[in-house]
């Protein structure tokens, strides 16, 4: 069992930056690839979207086309923690974000892959 929680979101305006953190709980942070998911308030019916993932060492970093150059995934084993940083933050990046858990091999990039969710904080970009 995996227990994550989020920390981070809030409100910026477009062009600023915000980082989220996700903390596990547990000794075996390091079994599993970690992923960003977002979901936008008005689709809540909808499957979430991809944004990040991580692998378990932190040696491989995968990106949805919209973040990528703006959104950088990192991991510290050490600490139990990944991170989003969002920079650049666009009005279309609101949503919930939702940090996940994977025990698979190779690293997912799609909810369904993953175990362990978040509770998901907000982030809201005003233009």
């Known amino acids: 069992q995996v227990q994550l929680v989020e920390s981070g979101g809030g409100l910026v305006q477009a062009g600023g930056s915000l980082r989220l953190s996700c903390v596990a709980s547990?000794?075996?942070?390091?079994?599993?690839?970690m992923g960003w998911f977002r979901q936008a308030n008005q689709a809540p019916g909808k499957e979430r979207e991809f944004?990040?993932?991580?692998?378990?060492?932190?040696?491989?970093?995968y990106y949805a086309d919209s973040v990528k150059g703006r959104f950088t995934i990192s991991r510290d084993n050490a600490k139990n923690t990944v991170y989003l940083q969002m920079n650049s933050l666009k009005p279309e990046d609101t949503a919930v974000y939702y940090c996940?858990?994977?025990?698979?091999?190779?690293?997912?990039?799609?909810?369904?892959?993953?175990?362990?969710w978040g509770q998901g904080p907000q982030v809201t970009v005003s233009s």
């Open positions: 944004v990040a993932a991580v692998s378990r060492r932190g040696v491989g970093t």
């Open positions: 996940g858990a994977s025990p698979r091999v190779p690293v997912e990039v799609t909810s369904t892959g993953y175990d362990y």
């Open positions: 547990g000794r075996t942070f390091s079994s599993y690839a």
